[in-house]
């Protein structure tokens, strides 16, 4: 198969455009079950009744793991965002309403989100000793109902079309704290502006009923786990700083 130039490349994989179909061919250094943990996780999302590209087929292709998947054709709502200047806290308040409806989704059958957060705080080799312990012991400390979290939301992973929004990228989804879940796209935004990450924050606070504070006590915790994802575009300072910054908050108290 002649897959020719990739449309689009991540931290984990490569993603192509053929005969109307999205072939996502996983970097090599992936444990050999990532197409097909990420391909269980889209489907769980689509029984749920989240508008998701239709999985086609799990296989291998040039000796790489690859999904095939449903083409949603369409422009992002980050692309609509940027172009539409005056509308954009409309587009922004479509995000938060597709976010609140996926965290609405009690998900006991998806992958734990603090095994996964403890893991990446331990792989995090830019974190000291002591600073993984104590975000280790906040991680256990955090009560919450288990709901669907997608991990990496933000305007460009949703795609929109006449019928609503197909949202992109689960990779990383998980079951836990929806709280946490917003942080994490709060944390993406102020990477690209903090006018944009505020907007956010303060649109989701208020359709949802839940504090500020409430998010930001997973600062600490979201920003430790993502320096373990090695991401190049990242400011691993920032994050260094977050995680400084939790700590020493925790001591004073």
């Known amino acids: 198969m002649k897959l020719g130039n990739p449309i689009a490349r991540g931290n984990t994989a490569e993603i192509f455009l053929n005969n109307n179909k999205i072939i996502k061919l996983f970097n090599d250094h992936l444990p050999e079950t990532e197409a097909s943990k990420e391909a269980e996780k889209q489907r769980f999302v689509h029984s749920c009744g989240i508008s998701v590209p239709a999985i086609l087929d799990v296989t291998t292709i040039e000796g790489k793991q690859a999904i095939i998947m449903e083409y949603a054709e369409g422009k992002t709502l980050g692309d609509l965002f940027f172009e539409d200047t005056e509308n954009q806290e409309h587009y922004l308040k479509i995000s938060v309403d597709i976010q609140q409806k996926i965290h609405g989704i009690i998900s006991p059958s998806i992958e734990p989100m603090a095994g996964k957060l403890h893991r990446q705080i331990n792989d995090a080799h830019q974190l000291k000793p002591e600073q993984k312990l104590f975000l280790n012991k906040k991680l256990n400390s955090m009560s919450y109902e288990n709901r669907l979290c997608h991990g990496d939301f933000h305007l460009f992973n949703l795609i929109m079309k006449d019928e609503g929004a197909v949202i992109l990228d689960w990779v990383d989804a998980s079951a836990g704290d929806f709280r ?14 903090q006018d944009i990450a505020e907007s956010y924050l303060k649109l989701y606070c208020k359709r949802s009923g839940i504090l500020r504070s409430e998010v930001l006590d997973w600062a600490p915790i979201i920003a430790g786990a993502r320096l373990s994802e090695n991401v190049s575009s990242e400011n691993e300072d920032r994050l260094i700083a977050i995680v400084k910054d939790g700590c020493s908050s925790r001591q004073d108290r």
């Open 180 to 193: 946490a879940d917003v942080y994490r796209t709060y944390l993406l935004y102020s990477q690209l502006s």
